[in-house]
């Protein structure tokens, strides 16, 4: 496990985080007053003005954006700052797109105006989701296996009361059978600082991923129901400044297994319980300044958590953990981007039960490569390198659809990636991958959209010498 916390602390000082520069963006000046205020050399923020929001709260817009009435920008950082508030509106995910400009010159004052187009905020969509970690498992290890996806229904509200606040409602049939519930408002004060969201979800399988062997997940199955598991939360934010935010969470658990799973591993729950009740508390704090919050290529990104798992009565798993996600992206040509990152976990004690110990292979814990494979653990690490080239960039009109909708973006990157990662296991039993440094590489294309779409193709080794070409939905630095 040290060697673990060596790599993740060596890796965090190459990362060298550092705040990036923005890039500079064309603006028009207009005329005779612009070229007065030229003159002067600096420009007085009069007003802020947003316009083309019709349900989202102008305060609520007004809150991105770092810069107020009465504030003072120098000329020659006019056109950067414009840029760093049309994107930090951007980020919020309210928005298709904006605008900034200025207008209304008199002297050395003007205002700024911040154009935005509203996105698209209510969803019904279709549920059909793979019960497995990963495209190429369910394809190939799983034989593309319909028993193996999940159905269902989801419904999402995304900027309820033009707040930013979101109501998100599932109902799941197949694989596991879920219903879940959740809102989540960022501000609750008048300060736009504080805010709460609440959750509720109870799933239920009738096979359990019970162990693992040769670094591949086991599963049984039965017609009964085998696990059940409920979750109740609570979430408090904090967001003083822009690109800083504190949260707390604190979740309430409850997982119950047939009598049959914890009979053929007693260590599923551990102590062959057959239920178990915890609470968790967790502290994280996210710093984020990039060009993009969602598929970034310049700036950093930064994410540590401290939990404890077991509180009081309720501790039937206990552990302390302690989790680093750190990322640095480059621009280093106008259509290349470098971008380094690492991602941790030390958790204590390192005796857990099986259900507490997922490490490298799950989530967004793992190697491009390695997509057949877990590791599991209590403590890991992981290396990400990617160099970026994007090689192709047009919209797309779509007939019929709304004016306001009907212009697709679409960006394309060819890249190169390597990673490297360790897991840590006091019991690896007949593990081949644990407590020892794997590393993998390959080439690949990103296929980047609105609405945080991103069709990731990836052709990957690893050093068992394996090859093939993976598939994924989600972003990965």
Not at 29 to 43: F, K, P, V
Not at 418 to 447: E, Q
Not at 454 to 460: A, V
Request: charged share 20%; hydrophobic share 40%.
């Amino acid at each position: 496990m040290l060697r673990c916390c060596y790599y993740l602390l060596g890796y965090l000082c190459l990362l060298g985080i550092v705040l990036p520069g923005a890039a500079k963006s064309r603006m028009e000046e207009g005329g005779r007053a612009a070229a007065l205020a030229q003159d002067s050399g600096y420009l007085v923020v009069r007003n802020i003005i947003i316009i083309g929001n019709k349900k989202t709260r102008t305060s609520i817009i007004q809150r991105e954006i770092s810069t107020v009435p009465g504030d003072t920008i120098y000329l020659n950082n006019l056109a950067e700052t414009l840029e760093e508030r049309r994107k930090q509106i951007l980020n919020t995910s309210l928005f298709l797109n904006a605008t900034a400009n200025v207008k209304n010159w008199d002297g050395n004052s003007a205002d700024l105006v911040f154009e935005v187009w509203e996105r698209w905020y209510t969803f019904a969509f279709p549920i059909f989701k793979l019960a497995d970690r990963n495209f190429n498992q369910w394809w190939v290890e799983k034989g593309h296996n319909f028993n193996r996806v999940n159905l269902g229904v989801k419904g999402t509200q995304e900027n309820l009361t033009g707040r930013n606040d979101g109501l998100d409602a599932t109902l799941q049939f197949g694989y596991t059978q879920k219903i879940s519930l959740q809102y989540n408002l960022p501000y609750i004060d008048k300060g736009f600082r504080h805010g709460l969201g609440v959750l509720f979800s109870y799933s239920r399988n009738r096979e359990v991923n019970d162990s693992t062997s040769n670094n591949k997940q086991q599963f049984f199955r039965k017609d009964e129901f085998l696990r059940q598991v409920y979750t109740i939360g609570i979430r408090y934010s904090y967001r003083k400044a822009i690109n800083t935010r504190h949260q707390v969470f604190l979740y309430y658990n409850y997982e119950k297994v047939a009598d049959s799973v914890a009979i053929i591993n007693p260590n599923y729950l551990g102590k062959g319980r057959t239920s178990v009740r915890f609470l968790d508390l967790v502290y994280r704090v996210t710093y984020i300044r990039a060009d993009s919050w969602v598929y970034p290529l310049k700036g950093v990104s930064i994410m540590g958590e401290a939990a404890k798992r077991g509180i009081g009565p309720l501790s039937d798993i206990d552990d302390i953990r302690f989790r680093l996600n750190a990322a640095r992206f480059w621009q280093l040509r106008p259509r290349t981007f470098l971008a380094l990152g690492m991602r941790g976990q030390v958790k204590f004690s390192d005796e857990q039960p099986y259900m507490n110990q997922q490490a490298l292979g799950y989530a967004e814990d793992y190697l491009r490569g390695l997509e057949y494979y877990v590791v599991d653990g209590t403590s890991f690490a992981i290396l990400k390198s990617t160099l970026r080239q994007e090689i192709l960039a047009f919209k797309l009109k779509l007939p019929i659809v709304p004016k306001k909708f009907n212009t697709v973006p679409f960006r394309i990157f060819a890249k190169a990636f390597a990673d490297g990662g360790y897991a840590y296991n006091k019991f690896p039993g007949n593990s081949f991958l644990n407590n020892r440094f794997l590393y993998t590489g390959g080439i690949g294309l990103d296929i980047v959209s609105f609405y945080d779409t991103c069709l990731r193709i990836e052709y990957s080794v690893n050093q068992l010498g394996q090859k093939g070409l993976f598939l994924h939905t989600s972003v990965d630095m």
